[in-house]
C-alpha cells in the first residue's frame, strides 16, 4: 500500500489578513495538522498517511463563530514528489511530499 510523506508546509501569503492562519490539513477526508501560522512560517509536518488508489489533500484556513471554513485549494495524488500550491481565496501555501 503506498504513503504519502507530508515533509513541511510553508505559508508564503496568509488567507486572514488581520490575525495569523489557522491551517487545516486533510488527507483522504482526515485532519493529519491543525496548527496557527503566519506569513513566511514553515511547518515541519513529518507524517507518513498510507492511502489506496489516491491521496486527497486539502487545505482550509478555519473560521469560526458561524462562518464556514474558507478552501484554499485541493490535489490529488497518485505518485511521484514535490510541491504542492494551495492559492484560493487569496492565499499562498507550499506542501513539500513524496509518495512511496
Known amino acids: ?3 504519502i510523506h507530508l515533509k513541511t508546509l510553508k505559508c508564503i501569503e496568509q488567507e486572514d489578513w488581520t490575525f495569523h492562519d489557522d491551517v487545516l490539513l486533510k488527507v483522504n477526508g ?5 496548527t496557527s501560522m503566519d ?3 514553515k511547518n515541519s509536518i513529518d507524517q507518513y498517511i498510507s492511502f489506496g488508489e489516491k491521496a486527497v489533500v486539502k487545505l482550509y ?3 469560526y463563530g458561524g462562518d464556514d471554513n474558507d478552501f ?3 490535489h490529488t495524488v497518485r505518485r511521484g514528489s514535490g510541491v504542492l500550491h494551495f492559492t484560493r481565496d487569496d492565499a499562498n501555501y507550499q506542501l513539500t511530499y513524496a509518495v512511496s
Open 72 to 74: 484554499l485549494g485541493a
Open 39 to 41: 506569513e513566511g512560517e
Open 61 to 63: 484556513e478555519a473560521d
Open 1 to 3: 500500500m503506498p504513503s
Open 30 to 34: 482526515e485532519t493529519v495538522l491543525f
